[in-house]
């Protein structure tokens, strides 16, 4: 399972699913012009960092950048725009949640969820959306052989 095939299935077990979108900045800008419900996106190109053990084992360290939006207007006012930062900043932490609770068959799949950073942002692309961008680093379990 790639990580943004996880990504997607976390986003999927959300309640009042959002659509779930991952690609470049300008892949984004498309895709969200027809969305009107709350989206999720994955920022890409996904990057990690790797730690090789001595067993063989590759530890995969995703630094992900993920946005969480609801559809604002451009003439909302700060008190306007701040309920939907809130309400996005929940559904921030439920994905967080979901994601170490994410288990397939019983098997855990993430080992460690580290470097978690918020930012605020309002009338983001040309359809104004307004949330959280999060900033976080996950480490997947590698069920891979390494022997």
């Given at each position: 399972?790639?990580?943004?095939?996880?990504?997607?299935?976390?986003?999927?077990?959300?309640?009042?699913?959002?659509?779930?979108?991952?690609?470049?900045?300008?892949?984004?800008?498309?895709?969200?012009?027809?969305?009107?419900?709350?989206?999720?996106?994955?920022?890409e190109p996904v990057t990690s960092?790797?730690?090789?053990?001595?067993?063989?084992?590759?530890?995969?360290?995703?630094?992900?950048?993920?946005?969480?939006?609801?559809?604002?207007?451009?003439?909302?006012?700060?008190?306007?725009?701040?309920?939907?930062?809130?309400?996005?900043?929940?559904?921030?932490?439920?994905?967080?949640?979901?994601?170490?609770?994410?288990?397939?068959?019983?098997?855990?799949?993430?080992?460690?969820?580290?470097?978690?950073?918020?930012?605020?942002?309002?009338?983001?692309?040309?359809?104004?959306?307004?949330?959280?961008?999060?900033?976080?680093?996950?480490?997947?379990?590698?069920?891979?052989?390494?022997?």
């Amino acid at each position: 399972m790639t990580i943004q095939d996880l990504i997607g299935a976390v986003v999927a077990l959300m309640d009042d699913t959002p659509t779930f979108i991952h690609g470049n900045k300008g892949w984004q800008n498309l895709e969200v012009d027809e969305i009107k419900d709350d989206v999720v996106i994955l920022d890409e190109p996904v990057t990690s960092n790797d730690d090789y053990r001595k067993s063989g084992l590759l530890e995969e360290n995703y630094t992900l950048i993920i946005y969480f939006f609801t559809k604002s207007e451009l003439d909302y006012t700060p008190a306007q725009h701040k309920p939907l930062i809130e309400a996005m900043r929940t559904r921030r932490r439920d994905f967080i949640n979901r994601l170490s609770d994410y288990s397939i068959d019983g098997q855990k799949q993430i080992r460690a969820i580290s470097g978690i950073r918020t930012v605020d942002l309002i009338n983001v692309f040309d359809v104004n959306y307004t949330g959280v961008m999060l900033s976080i680093t996950i480490t997947p379990f590698n069920f891979l052989p390494h022997c």
